[in-house]
């Protein structure tokens, strides 16, 4: 057993996930360059190790196969196992429970804080008053259950840990997502040719579908505008897609890049006009901070999980949820209207300056861990 006081940095995903979780990556190796300054260790457990990120081999982050987040009743007997023989007193969790009886276990055996960083997308209904009464009474009174702070990704997260949640207001930590700022030549007004993109993941829960048939819709009332559609990513559904593409009379129209390395995604953001995020929820898209640096006029829908990055009618527009005539509406609109584009694009880009920097992100995840843990 080691002597020295250990953070678990714990990993849903195999190793060489890296397709989501390369942030998380960047939250682990801030940890870790943290706990080093006051003597404190790290040790990632996957679920199980392909390849090993370059950056978290760079960083000397130790690395052990242990899936922590199996629910059996061995492995939690592991798991305290684990805790006892890696000193482990603090626990960084990813989109799990803000409650659970194992907290109260794995805090007999030397954990002192539990962190549940909170990317979980979507809205959540809302509870009705008993419930909620029964969450904000009793929840919280349970000894040890209840996560010592849960870090969100959003306001709209923060808000929806507590009102949904029933965390304590001083338990939340709002850190917001940001991104790398880069230099970008300014948005012109393009030809008459508009070109529409969308960067996700394709699984029905990103909307592709929906997007398809809103360009199919647009396209009635533009019989003189050329539109193009951008899909850029991969996924389960990418057959799909392209067959309702073509049953849509699209295939002239829709071009399904594939994935492509970020940089390759930056250089055809910038010759797009117009960012349509037809996703069902998010935490914070990280994909739509992208179109808002880039200078897109985005399109998002009225989700308050989606479109909290913006404001709407200022920085981009939303359209009412599930609504195919809003949406082609909203996308006729900005297609007709380059110096609508235009100025939402200019005013997003100011937005995501001020406001989703991925210095200002880390500068308040360094705060928040670091108060957590010396508390």
């Known amino acids: 057993m080691t002597a020295t006081k250990n953070t678990l940095l714990i990993a849903n995903f195999d190793s060489g996930v890296g397709y989501a979780w390369a942030l998380i990556e960047d939250f682990w190796i801030a940890i870790d360059k943290e706990n080093k300054k006051i003597n404190r260790g790290s040790i990632i457990c996957y679920p199980s190790i392909s390849t090993v990120a370059p950056k978290i081999v760079a960083a000397k982050i130790a690395t052990s196969i242990h899936d922590f987040n199996n629910k059996s009743a061995t492995q939690i007997i592991k798991n305290i196992q684990f805790i006892l023989r890696n000193n482990i007193d603090t626990l960084y969790i990813t989109d799990q429970k803000k409650r659970s009886y194992k907290y109260g276990l794995y805090r007999l055996f030397g954990v002192k804080k539990v962190i549940v960083h909170d990317h979980s997308p ?33 306001p709209y997260i923060a808000k929806r840990l507590h009102e949904i949640n029933a965390l304590p207001v001083e338990s939340i930590y709002e850190i917001t997502n940001g991104i790398k700022l880069r230099h970008t030549q300014p948005k012109k007004l393009s030809s008459d040719a508009v070109r529409i993109v969308s960067v996700a993941r394709l699984t029905p829960y990103k909307g592709i579908d929906f997007s398809l048939h809103v360009i199919a819709k647009a396209l009635q009332q533009l019989p003189s505008k050329t539109l193009h559609y951008y899909v850029i990513g991969d996924g389960p559904e990418l057959n799909s897609l392209k067959e309702l593409t073509r049953y849509l009379g699209l295939s002239e129209v829709v071009t399904f890049t ?114 957590v843990i010396s508390a």
């Open 122 to 154: 979507g809205r959540r209904k809302d509870q009705n008053k008993i419930i909620a009464t029964v969450k904000k009474t009793f929840a919280n009174a349970i000894p040890g259950i209840t996560c010592n702070a849960a870090f969100a990704v959003s």
């Open 258 to 371: 594939g994935k492509l390395d970020h940089l390759n995604v930056i250089e055809k953001l910038k010759t797009c006009d117009i960012a349509f995020h037809p996703s069902k929820g998010e935490a914070m898209s990280l994909a739509i901070l992208e179109y808002m640096q880039s200078e897109l006029a985005i399109l998002t829908s009225d989700n308050p999980s989606v479109c909290s990055a913006f404001e709407a009618n200022k920085e981009g527009i939303t359209y009412q949820e599930n609504n195919i005539l809003d949406a082609a509406e909203k996308l006729t609109m900005l297609s007709l209207d380059s110096e609508l584009r235009l100025r939402l694009g200019q005013k997003a880009r100011k937005k995501v300056i001020s406001h989703y920097s991925d210095s200002l992100m880390m500068e308040k995840f360094i705060m928040a861990y670091s108060k």
